[in-house]
């Protein structure tokens, strides 16, 4: 499975953003996609993970402000990021789960500052 994550850029607080991931490749049975994050200086976190249908998980430090949703025909998962803040700041990856292997894409930055 690749994964091609894009919709990174720069932003002022308060903005938002929209990421995007295609998957590629060997696709079948992908359970779960999702998003983490990784600051500089932290360790990756997760934001959100979505099975596409009632299975959603939100990090406590996004949940009201972002929202996951996948696309299952496209093979696409997709990050609507409100109300940025500075600490949004990171390396955004997303990433798949086939079976019990995990996929990772490349990252794409988002950077939140005036």
């Known amino acids: 499975v690749q994964l091609q994550a894009s919709g990174g850029g720069l932003v002022q607080p308060g903005g938002s953003l929209r990421l995007s991931c295609a998957a590629s490749?060997?696709?079948?049975?992908?359970?779960?996609m999702g998003w983490y994050r990784k600051a500089p200086g932290k360790q990756r976190e997760l934001v959100a993970l979505t099975n596409g249908g009632d299975g959603t998980t939100y990090a406590d430090s996004v949940k009201g402000r972002f929202t996951i949703s996948r696309d299952g025909a496209k093979n696409m998962v997709f990050l609507q990021m409100t109300s940025l803040k500075p600490e949004d700041t990171a390396l955004y990856y997303c990433?798949?789960?086939?079976?019990?292997?995990?996929?990772w894409g490349q990252g794409t930055l988002v950077t939140v500052s005036s």
């Open positions: 990433n798949a789960l086939q079976g019990s292997t995990i996929f």
């Open positions: 490749g060997s696709i079948f049975r992908i359970n779960f």
